[in-house]
């Protein structure tokens, strides 16, 4: 039917109306879209661009350089040493299992180190690159790249590993590194990512654990872009971490090396300090072990053998263990300064004060004996350091009391627990009335004070403590022992300590005596003297008991050291300090079951102090003319033990 005009405009009118309302929505949805297209394309570009990047590139972390350890005079005591690594991810290789036959048919693989890594392939993530082998040869290298394409997910790659040039010297003050464990992680604060990474190393004792984090550094990163499969195509960039601090340390190598060959053979322990300055020249334990063993992860069965290690009468003379800081001994005769400063401090005593000694002294019903059977008669403060009589210390120790003994006993550093970056040091037994009620429940009593007086009952004190006593005897000033010289180049603060506010008369007299017990016919000391003017030693000899000798051994004679068994013969212990006159180092020895002080821990002593006075080998003539014949023998023979010390990469002086 035939529309008329009107329905015709109306009609018009209509599909107008609707076309411009879809339009209007039309253009609407076009500029949401476009505003939406900008926002993503400007505004957004940086979010979208870097996950786009992610879906195409992985970050990995580098390791930095561990910072390097050197001696006083610049010689390289732990070292980084570059060597190749075949590492593997479980993303790029696929089947592990087939890539790691294949790998192994191409290059011997060790099988516990194998076994490990397949673990670890199993459960850490499958972009983290887990090692499978360390310390390949070039040729193993050239192997394992030509079979590229047969080997996905493997890569040969240059890395770096904890070296120790010299070696079992240095163990126990420099320690080692080793690969992180789940030990380490639960007991480690702080959360460096470096620490995931597979067998990442990090400081496991002494220098090289307490001061990691200067040690450790920061790490670095690379980007690599991966195929779909998150296979390695390239390497887009690398920025290296920053490197470890490198650290010097007081200690002379040369030293270190000399003391290390005169302990050979003993259970021992010597110190060496600088009094001037408290700088540990050197600081050395024996037996010793072999820090390198330790660096890619020891063995169960060496680390049996460390632990079960057997001398002479099968005995366990602990090599891992550092006596110089963690062994604790009573000091024996080597107290007796301690005592004698206390009673002249405290005005309880004068120094030509005399005592009988009648070679025992009864306190109630217990009868406590001089090492002398017979008594040494009249003594007074010269003449029993020089003679080491005990008699003459119970006497003024129970006028003077144990807690004014204790109270020098630790101003002289004694039962301090020092501040060295060495692992589990111990702080001793400075023992006094308040300690045994805390530790023992009991009462003090007088008998204690007796046994104190010579450094047996409850005194226990390092080796180290021991030098610190006789730097801090030989100087007036509270030294206190310093290790770490400077950290990246920065002199770390001195030791020399200040005043102690004793009386210098008081200490004169003290370190007389200590002269005559090396330099006078009657001084127990005498037959291992310095024989050179300039060089002159003041000592003391210090024995310690370990087992109580009973009133019918006395009656039948006591037992000799030679005659009993290893572990229950005495201590020998000896101090000194030299020059006598303008005193430079302090010296303590502690042979453990040594016997006699004057015979086994002196002779060390002596010979130490002279490698360090001279800095290197004496001549005779600095050795009582007896004992030339017998000292010439002993240098031949350590000639042999002493390591060629190389320079380092340079001095780390500041």
Known sequence: MKRGPKEIEDSSRRISRRAMLLGTAQLGMIGILGARMASMQVEQADTFRMLAEENRINIGLI???????????????????????ITMTREGAGDVDEVLARLDRIIALDPEVLEKARKELKELSPFVPVT???????????????????????????????????????????????????????????????????????????????????????????????????????????????????????????????????????????VVIDVTNGDIKGIGSAPTFDPNVFVQGISVALWDELNEREIDAKLHRRPLAAKTVQGTYPPGSTFKMVTALAALEDGAIEAEDTVRCVGHTDVFDVRFH????????????NESLKQSCDVYYYDIAQRVGIDKIAAMGRKLGLGERHDLPMSAIRSGIMPD?????????????????????????????????????????????????????????????????ESLGLNENNLRRVRRAMYDVSNHSRGTAYRTRIQEEQFRMAGKTGTSQVRRITQAERDAGVTRNADLPWNRRDHALFVSFAPADNPKYAVAVVVEHGGGGSTAAAPIARDVMLQALYEGTPPLSAYPSASRGQIAEQQRRLADLIRDIQPGRGTQDT
């Open 132 to 270: 499978i082998a360390r310390r390949i040869s070039w040729e193993d290298v050239a192997r394992v790249t030509v079979n590229a394409p047969a080997l996905p997910g493997v890569v040969a790659e240059l890395g770096r590993s904890r070296t120790y040039p010299q070696g079992l010297d240095m163990a126990h003050v420099v320690g080692y590194v080793g690969p992180v464990s789940d030990f380490d992680l639960s007991r480690i604060e702080d959360q460096d990512p470096l620490l995931q990474i597979p067998r990442f190393q990090i400081g496991k004792t002494m220098v090289e654990n307490n001061l990691e984090h200067a040690l450790r550094g920061s790490a670095g990163t690379k980007r690599v872009e991966v195929n779909a499969a998150g296979r390695v195509m390239r390497e887009l960039d690398r920025v290296e971490g920053i490197p470890g601090a490198d650290v010097q340390l007081t200690v002379d190598a040369r030293l270190q090396n000399y003391i290390q060959a005169r302990l050979d053979g003993e259970s021992a322990a010597a």
């Open 370 to 381: 001089c090492w002398r059977r017979a008594g040494h008669g009249n003594m007074n403060l």
């Open 433 to 497: 009335k308040e300690w045994k009620r805390e530790a023992r429940g009991e009462d003090w009593r007088v008998g204690d004070t007796v046994n104190a007086s010579i450094g047996q009952g409850y005194v226990q004190t390092s080796p180290l403590q021991l030098a610190v006593m006789t730097a801090r005897i030989a100087t007036g000033r509270a030294v206190k022992p310093r290790l770490v010289r400077s950290i990246d180049g920065v002199e770390q603060p001195s030791g020399a300590g």
């Open 63 to 85: 390791p930095p350089a561990r910072g390097l350890i050197y001696d006083s005079e610049g010689v390289v005591l732990a070292d980084n040493e570059q060597h190749y690594t």
